[in-house]
């Protein structure tokens, strides 16, 4: 209650005890029996009045003071209304707190796994076995051999089959089959072997027609359409893988970003909870990351809590003490309040995930051209291309499925939803 009421309270009490004793003795005055002359009369009317008077001012003092006492209860009621409400709302705030922190963990966990995941998927196992042959010179997947059908158009249009006819024809096959097998053509990056070989080709056949007259520019013009068929479906696959690897060069180093900036955000909040921090010394990122979650798990996170609750638990009450807790560690408010952070990590994750899906599809569809390409200019056949076509896109469906199972982005995205992250703790 406060002082000044206290005082109020004093006073009145103090003024009713003396106008109790003053009511008292004039109360206490004997009337007599008998007649009385009128002016004894008109006193005793007088003090009857006073009397009356004094009665009416105690009422109004025990009125006053029946409605101060009434004001202090509600008063009384009111404070620890207010004090019961902070503390419960320093209770909801350390739940809300608590929660989050915990299921962070978990995607701290799941981000972590799944873009080392994402960053592994540079091959898709039979389906790359699968392009990888069709593109290679040669192979026979289609049915024949770029090598070997070079040296067929040579022989047929070069030559006009006469390949056996002289030593001079002999040499001009094995000068060609020399240029098919040199390794220079095995390390081309930028341009397809057929391509080179082709060029290759092209340029000694030039040179030998000038002094050789049998060999006609006619008969190489023929040879070099022939051979363009070829090249067209050769350089097609070839641009597709260009792109695919450039695609996944560039894949992978968002990833690479976007671990780093999870490991820095992860780091401050394992030393929030005074965790031991991810040794890097001697190991890549990945190898670092998936050892500190061995100990950084959810069942570790939540006996911290729970050890923190026991530490500002009132051990005569049994009561924690939220307002404290919560003003004693800052930091973990700040971990709370900026796991907004990591929401917006695992949106890029996404966004990347997306990306490489995005550029597979772009790929197979370069594939499936380059297939095409080969089947309009005739140069397999066209049964035995559409049942490779048709194995590829069986096979594209399941590497695509594979991976999306493997990573399983549903995972991550519920996870992530489990945290409160637009509630601050201040």
């Given at each position: 209650?406060?002082?000044?009421?206290?005082?109020?309270?004093w006073?009145?009490i103090?003024l009713?005890?003396?106008?109790?004793?003053?009511a008292?003795?004039?109360?206490?005055?004997?009337?007599?029996?008998?007649?009385?002359?009128?002016?004894?009369?008109?006193?005793?009317?007088?003090?009857?009045?006073?009397?009356?008077?004094?009665?009416?001012i105690?009422?109004?003092?025990?009125?006053?003071?029946?409605?101060?006492?009434?004001?202090d209860r509600?008063?009384?009621i009111?404070?620890?209304?207010l004090?019961?409400?902070?503390?419960?709302?320093?209770?909801?705030?350390?739940?809300?707190?608590?929660?989050?922190?915990?299921?962070?963990?978990?995607?701290?966990?799941l981000?972590?796994?799944?873009?080392?995941d994402?960053?592994?998927?540079?091959?898709?196992?039979?389906?790359?076995?699968?392009?990888?042959?069709?593109?290679n010179?040669?192979?026979?997947?289609?049915?024949?051999?770029?090598?070997?059908?070079?040296?067929?158009l040579?022989?047929?249009?070069?030559?006009?089959g006469?390949?056996?006819?002289?030593?001079?024809?002999?040499?001009?096959?094995e000068?060609t089959?020399?240029?098919?097998?040199?390794?220079?053509?095995k390390s081309?990056?930028?341009?397809?072997?057929?391509?080179?070989?082709?060029?290759a080709?092209?340029?000694?056949?030039?040179s030998?027609?000038?002094?050789?007259?049998?060999?006609?520019?006619?008969?190489?013009?023929?040879?070099?359409n022939?051979?363009?068929?070829?090249?067209?479906?050769?350089?097609?696959?070839?641009?597709?893988?260009?792109?695919?690897?450039?695609?996944?060069?560039?894949?992978?180093?968002?990833?690479?970003?976007?671990?780093?900036?999870?490991?820095?955000?992860l780091?401050?909040?394992?030393?929030?909870?005074?965790?031991?921090?991810p040794?890097?010394?001697?190991?890549?990122?990945?190898?670092?990351?998936?050892?500190?979650?061995?100990?950084?798990?959810?069942?570790?996170?939540?006996?911290?809590?729970?050890?923190?609750?026991?530490?500002?638990?009132?051990?005569k009450?049994?009561?924690?003490?939220?307002?404290?807790?919560?003003?004693?560690?800052?930091?973990?408010?700040?971990?709370?309040?900026?796991?907004?952070?990591?929401?917006?990590?695992?949106?890029?994750?996404?966004?990347?995930?997306?990306e490489?899906?995005?550029?597979?599809?772009?790929?197979?569809?370069?594939?499936?051209?380059?297939?095409?390409?080969?089947?309009?200019?005739?140069?397999?056949?066209?049964?035995?291309?559409?049942?490779?076509?048709?194995?590829?896109?069986?096979?594209?469906?399941?590497?695509?499925?594979?991976?999306?199972?493997?990573?399983?982005?549903?995972?991550l995205?519920?996870?992530?939803?489990?945290?409160?992250?637009?509630?601050?703790?201040?």
């Amino acid at each position: 209650m406060p002082k000044s009421l206290y005082a109020n309270l004093w006073w009145l009490i103090l003024l009713i005890i003396h106008i109790s004793a003053y009511a008292q003795d004039t109360a206490s005055v004997v009337i007599p029996d008998t007649l009385t002359p009128v002016t004894d009369t008109v006193s005793m009317g007088l003090e009857h009045m006073r009397i009356q008077t004094t009665d009416s001012i105690l009422q109004s003092l025990y009125q006053q003071i029946k409605k101060l006492s009434e004001s202090d209860r509600q008063n009384a009621i009111a404070i620890q209304g207010l004090l019961q409400g902070r503390e419960v709302d320093n209770m909801t705030k350390y739940q809300l707190m608590k929660n989050n922190i915990i299921n962070a963990t978990q995607t701290y966990y799941l981000l972590n796994k799944k873009i080392i995941d994402l960053k592994s998927r540079a091959s898709t196992n039979n389906l790359d076995v699968f392009i990888a042959s069709i593109n290679n010179p040669e192979s026979k997947e289609l049915g024949f051999s770029f090598n070997e059908r070079v040296i067929e158009l040579v022989k047929k249009i070069v030559l006009e089959g006469k390949a056996d006819a002289n030593k001079r024809n002999q040499k001009i096959v094995e000068s060609t089959n020399s240029i098919i097998n040199s390794p220079i053509f095995k390390s081309f990056t930028a341009l397809s072997p057929p391509l080179g070989i082709a060029n290759a080709i092209m340029t000694f056949f030039q040179s030998i027609s000038i002094t050789d007259k049998s060999i006609n520019q006619k008969n190489l013009k023929a040879f070099e359409n022939e051979l363009n068929k070829y090249v067209m479906f050769y350089t097609s696959l070839n641009e597709g893988n260009q792109k695919f690897k450039y695609g996944l060069n560039f894949n992978r180093d968002q990833l690479n970003s976007l671990h780093e900036d999870l490991y820095n955000h992860l780091l401050f909040t394992a030393s929030a909870m005074k965790f031991n921090l991810p040794d890097r010394k001697n190991k890549s990122l990945a190898e670092a990351m998936n050892q500190f979650f061995l100990t950084f798990t959810r069942e570790r996170v939540e006996q911290y809590f729970n050890q923190l609750e026991k530490q500002y638990t009132n051990p005569k009450t049994g009561k924690i003490d939220y307002e404290r807790l919560l003003r004693e560690n800052g930091n973990l408010k700040e971990v709370n309040n900026q796991l907004e952070d990591l929401v917006l990590l695992t949106k890029r994750f996404e966004n990347i995930y997306n990306e490489y899906f995005t550029l597979l599809d772009n790929y197979y569809a370069q594939v499936n051209n380059a297939l095409q390409i080969a089947a309009d200019n005739g140069l397999a056949d066209k049964n035995l291309i559409k049942q490779k076509q048709q194995e590829f896109a069986q096979l594209e469906q399941e590497a695509i499925n594979d991976m999306k199972a493997s990573i399983n982005i549903d995972e991550l995205k519920n996870s992530t939803d489990n945290i409160k992250y637009r509630f601050k703790i201040y």
